[in-house]
Structure formats: structure tokens, C-alpha cells
């Protein structure tokens, strides 16, 4: 990893351990280290680094719901807002627990993009006309219930490194 001018350059080390925590962040660094042919000591000072970057968050647990018994639903929610709001929606919508990811989106029109959790239909429809549809700016909302889920994981992988090299990605 080198920094120029506060910009953070990953090397391709940098990736491989980053690929390894997200398919297990609770490996040791002697773990890390065998399985890349690295000291643990390279290993620790790099994560190390990383971290003081902001480049490694937080470490997490991903829950599979359904095995402890949680019925839930996903849906995929479009807003579409006033342009002088979206940034406000966007805030507030972060900030309510059945909301898990957004996003804003430019296209023909700013729109923004959320995925949202609910314990049935009858939940959902509620949080979304209590809660989101009141929001000042909000103009419309196209709700996409998830039927089945394909796939949900990993941020990037191996081969996001290869783009990213190939393109000269800074982070």
C-alpha cells in the first residue's frame, strides 16, 4: 500500500488479504500468512494500515435469518424525489432500521435506491406509507418484493482485483 497526496494505492497483496477477510475475517494472521506464503508479521502490519486508512470498516457478522427461524421479506424500493430533497431523503431513510442499503442513483431523473426489510407485506406497506411516502420530496415509490435470492455476499472478489489493477484503481 502506498499513500500519495492522501490518496491510498492498494498493491496486489493488499487485495489478496482483503479477499481473505471477507471469506473469513476471524483467520489469524499466521493463518492469513500461510495461506498467501506471507509473514504474519507483513500480514498484521498491512491489516494494521489498512484499517488506520479506513479502507478495512469494521469486521461483521452476517446472520442467515431464516435459520433461527425469522420470516422476513426483501424489497427493493425506487424513490423518486425532488432534486433539491434527495440528499435529505437519502439521509432519512438511512437512518430507519427496516432500511439496510441506499443508494442514489442519476439517470434520466435522481432516483434512490433502497433495500428494505419487513416482516410481511402488511409491515412493509405500512412502513412505506407511515414512514417513507410522508418524507418531504418524495414524488413517487415503486416497491420490487424479492422472491428469491440468487446471490448476497462477498463486496468483491478476485477477479474485481484484476479490474481494479487493470485500471489503476485508488481508493
Do not use: C
Request: glycine share 2%.
Amino acid at each position: 500500500m502506498k499513500i500519495r497526496r492522501r490518496r491510498v494505492n492498494l498493491d496486489d497483496l493488499d487485495w489478496k488479504i482483503l479477499y481473505a477477510l471477507q471469506e473469513n475475517a476471524r483467520q489469524t494472521y499466521s493463518e492469513t500468512g500461510r495461506l498467501l506464503n506471507v509473514a504474519h508479521s507483513t500480514i498484521y502490519e498491512r491489516i494494521k494500515k489498512m484499517e488506520e486508512q479506513g479502507i478495512i470498516k469494521k469486521y461483521t457478522t452476517v446472520v442467515d435469518l431464516e435459520k433461527i427461524g425469522m420470516k422476513y421479506l426483501t424489497a427493493v424500493m425506487t424513490v423518486i424525489t425532488d432534486p433539491k430533497e434527495s440528499e435529505n431523503v437519502a439521509e432519512k431513510l438511512s437512518e430507519f432500521d427496516e432500511v439496510l442499503e441506499v443508494y442514489t442513483s442519476l439517470s434520466s431523473e435522481l432516483l434512490i435506491i433502497a433495500k428494505v426489510v419487513a416482516e410481511d407485506q402488511n409491515k412493509l406497506h405500512s412502513f412505506i406509507a407511515k414512514s417513507v411516502a410522508p418524507l418531504s420530496g418524495v414524488l413517487r415509490i415503486r416497491t420490487s418484493i424479492v422472491t428469491k435470492k440468487h446471490k448476497e455476499g462477498l463486496l468483491f472478489s478476485p477477479n474485481f482485483n484484476a479490474y481494479a489493477s487493470k485500471n489503476k484503481a485508488v481508493i
